[in-house]
């Protein structure tokens, strides 16, 4: 999909003026949504990939339209967890679904979103619920209810061992409610959303209490 349909769509959600505001992009691709947030009037807008062709067009579009923007070669696991500083808004679109680690990140990008996280990610569904899903799941549930497992507005990912869509580096498409549930376990609140896309706030706590940093630095040593 052009990331201009994407665009108009989470535009639609946001203030339409992000002065003095820090934004991260990352799969930044070739800078769409960083030249368009730094239009909005971000401040800093940083762009990751781990594509350096990319990246060379990335920089190459900002030298064109004079847009002072700091974009980097990386991966995403190395920047995020090599990286302290928080954002005031991080866009997280079309990344989730490459990534075999994406809880990994999401629960990373809940102590690094300082304000909004614009979530975005392929579905395996074909139209997008006007609604949220009504389905009440018990806070506890044991083996011999695992017929939930099988109602259509449970959550779930679906792991693409294989390829999808022509890319080996497809991993997870999750349902809708499957998206839903990532985003509110990683500790954070969906405020608004349309079609695919989701404007999420970190909230004060969240129920996970594992500190990734550490856990990364042992996955380093090991
Ligand atoms: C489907 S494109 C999405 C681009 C853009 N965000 C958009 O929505 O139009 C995914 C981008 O993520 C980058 N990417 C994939 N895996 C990555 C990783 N582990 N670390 C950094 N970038 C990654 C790819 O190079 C590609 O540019």
Redesign the pocket.
Known sequence: ???EQ?WKVIESLLPQDISGKSVL??????G??SIKMKELGASTVVG????PR?ITQAKFVADVLKKDIKYEI??????LFSNQKKYDYV?????M???RYPLLVLDRLFELTREKLIF?T?LSITSFPAESSNLEIPDNFGIEEKNLFQHPEFPKMHFIEKNFNDDF?NWWICNFEGAQSLIRSAGFRILKRSENIFICEPKATRTSTLDYSQLMEKIKKT
Do not use: R, T
């Open positions: 999909m052009h990331p994407k992009d990352l799969g930044c691709n070739a769409y949504f990751i990939d781990s594509n990319i990386n991966n995403i696991y190395d920047f866009l997280f679109v079309g990344l679904y490459h990534l975005q392929a580096s």
